[in-house]
């Protein structure tokens, strides 16, 4: 079993819908977790962060938590095609020292 | 820009040679992180400092790499002996420790990538 997985996708959307994105992971005593943007060519950019069970919203984006069923998501409101990246789901694991990342899951917006 | 650094962007090199990669982190940051990223997968960690200290290394990571930071400044990844598996992105990150250990978001530089033909 992978310590992240994700749906590779790709995930295509219509312009003005909601992408939902999906993550789980292993380590069940993992604490924090994290979304990040992927375009092709360029580095990883942090979108998300996130430590509670709940939800957590920035703008037009609301990560997902629920540690019981060790479960991390994604919702991109509105998607536009300048969303269209491969998202990285990210999880720091037990001990706090290392991130573990997903193979990430790549989103088409079509305009 | 107070961003994370990484130079060079770009290395071709021959199999068989040597190459160096210098990160320069977040100033006030005072972890650093080595990844290394292939098409369609996402960043495989290699390696963790925490201020001068490699605290981690990965498994993953042969004798023919190595890493340092003195000082707990910037760093650099050594590479010996290249061979064209090595061909990959290399991004450094890096983050601040916090007392309560659950923030410390890491930010990534633009990354440097290594083809060995």
Redesign the interface.
């Known amino acids: 079993q992978k310590e992240?997985e994700q749906n590779?996708g790709p995930l295509s959307v219509p312009e003005g819908a909601i992408a939902s994105l999906n993550c789980t992971y292993s380590d069940r005593g993992s604490?924090?977790f994290?979304w990040?943007r992927q375009y092709s060519g360029?580095?990883?950019?942090?979108i998300m962060?996130i430590?509670s069970n709940g939800d957590k919203e920035d703008g037009r984006f609301t990560a997902q938590l629920n540690k019981a069923s060790q479960y991390v998501s994604l919702l991109i409101r509105d998607s536009q095609p300048s969303d269209s990246a491969t998202y990285?789901c990210?999880v720091?694991n037990t001990g706090?020292?290392?991130?573990?990342?997903?193979?990430?899951t790549r989103l088409f917006v079509k305009a | 820009d107070t961003g994370v650094s990484q130079d060079p962007r770009h290395k071709i090199t021959k199999r068989g040679q040597n190459v160096t990669f210098r990160c320069d982190p977040i100033s006030e940051h005072n972890r650093l992180y080595w990844y290394r990223q292939t098409l369609g997968q996402g960043p495989e960690f290699l390696t963790y400092f925490q201020n001068e200290a490699q605290l981690e290394k990965s498994r993953l990571l042969s004798d023919r790499f190595s890493a340092e930071r003195p000082k707990g400044s910037f760093s650099t990844l050594e590479i010996q002996r290249t061979e064209q598996g090595d061909s990959a992105m290399y991004l450094c990150a890096s983050s601040l420790m916090t007392l309560t250990g659950k923030g410390a978001e890491a930010f990534f530089g633009q990354g440097t990538r290594l083809t060995v033909v």
């Open positions: 992240v590779s604490q924090s994290f990040y360029k580095s990883p950019e942090l962060s430590y990285l990210a720091r706090g020292f290392k991130t573990i990342f997903g193979a990430g």
